[in-house]
């Protein structure tokens, strides 16, 4: 046995090809550290009201965080400097915090990805900040509704297309739009891992799932156009024609007989309003 298949043997993991497999043992770290992100996302729920900054938001997850034993995986990632993303609006996904105050009225998605012992869970949902219009509660509706009809068509013997083209069809059935620059991801051991999960796609293709893979599910649906583009910052995507986006992620792993959801919320707020 190498180092590496030794390493991997230690933490209850066996590759399949080239995807890794969870083993019982492993899929327990996977529960722990899927509540403990969850958790984070939770505590955020009776702090995001009008006034409070991005940066404010991004300081509470740090906290949270260290409290928990936990380090956020994107402190430092490829240059990234804080504890999570902030996505207001017409932001799509990695939004930097800031000094930017939040209004009655935004939406924000939190997307906070914490480690603990190696093992990561990433997970972001939307917040409404005071009372929000009924088109972008839709919006956040229509996302969350997508996200867990992909979750919904996990099994063994599905494939990833089965699941993007789930998510795919079912927006669009609403006229919204999926955007197709960011994919959900394999994730264990490592933040984002092989496969790349396409969320749309056409039933019977791409990668057949088995027992044992952990992935992310994390659609992000326009309310315009699917087109994004990058600000100069070079993270922050934002919709070209400004319309409102939304996203919610989960970690998951494939069971026996569908999907075990690492992060769902240990207080039941997977979606809003929280209040
Ligand atoms: N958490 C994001 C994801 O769902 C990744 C954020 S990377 C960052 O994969 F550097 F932008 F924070
Ligand atoms: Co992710
Ligand atoms: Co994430």
Not at 34 to 40: D, L, P, Q, R, V
């Given at each position: 046995?190498n180092?590496?298949?030794a390493?991997?043997?230690a ?8 995807v ?5 043992q492993?899929?327990e770290?996977?529960?722990?550290i ?7 996302l939770?505590?955020l729920a ?5 006034g409070?900054?991005t ?6 997850v ?19 400097r804080?504890s999570?993303?902030t ?21 924000v998605?939190v997307?906070v ?8 869970g ?9 009372k929000?219009?009924r ?23 599905a494939?990833?297309g089965?699941?993007g ?8 059935s609403?006229r919204?739009?999926i ?9 264990g ?6 496969p790349?999960v ?18 992310t ?7 315009g156009?699917a ?7 070079g993270?922050t ?8 986006s ?6 998951i792993?494939?069971?026996a007989?569908g999907?075990?959801?690492f ?10 309003p929280?209040?």
């Open positions: 046995m180092l590496l298949t390493d991997l043997a933490h209850d993991i066996t590759m399949l090809g080239q890794r497999v969870h083993g019982p492993a899929f770290n996977m529960r722990k899927g509540a403990i992100s969850a958790g984070a939770d505590m009776e702090k995001i009201i009008p409070i900054t940066d404010e938001i991004d300081r509470l740090y906290d949270y965080a260290l409290a928990h034993d936990c380090l956020p995986a994107t402190l430092h990632y490829r240059g990234y804080h999570c993303c996505s207001v609006n017409h932001v799509v996904c990695h939004g930097i915090p800031g000094d930017r105050t939040l209004r009655d009225g935004d939406i998605n997307d990805t914490l480690i603990k012992d190696g093992w990561h990433d997970t972001n949902r939307m917040y409404f900040v005071g929000v219009n088109k972008a509660e839709r919006l956040c509706e229509i996302t969350y509704e997508a996200m867990m009809r992909g979750i919904a068509a996990v099994k063994p013997g494939t990833l089965d699941v083209h789930a998510i795919q069809e079912y927006a669009e609403e919204c739009s955007v197709r620059e960011f994919c959900g991801h394999g994730i051991r490592v933040f984002h891992d092989i790349n396409l969320h749309y796609g056409r039933p019977g293709e791409g990668m057949a799932l088995h027992e044992g893979m952990c992935f599910v994390e659609p992000m649906v326009n309310l156009k087109a994004v583009k990058i600000l100069n910052d993270w995507a934002v919709t070209r024609d400004r319309s409102l939304a996203q919610f992620e989960h970690t792993g494939v069971t007989t999907a075990e959801i992060t769902k919320s240990p207080k039941g707020l997977d979606h809003p929280y209040a």
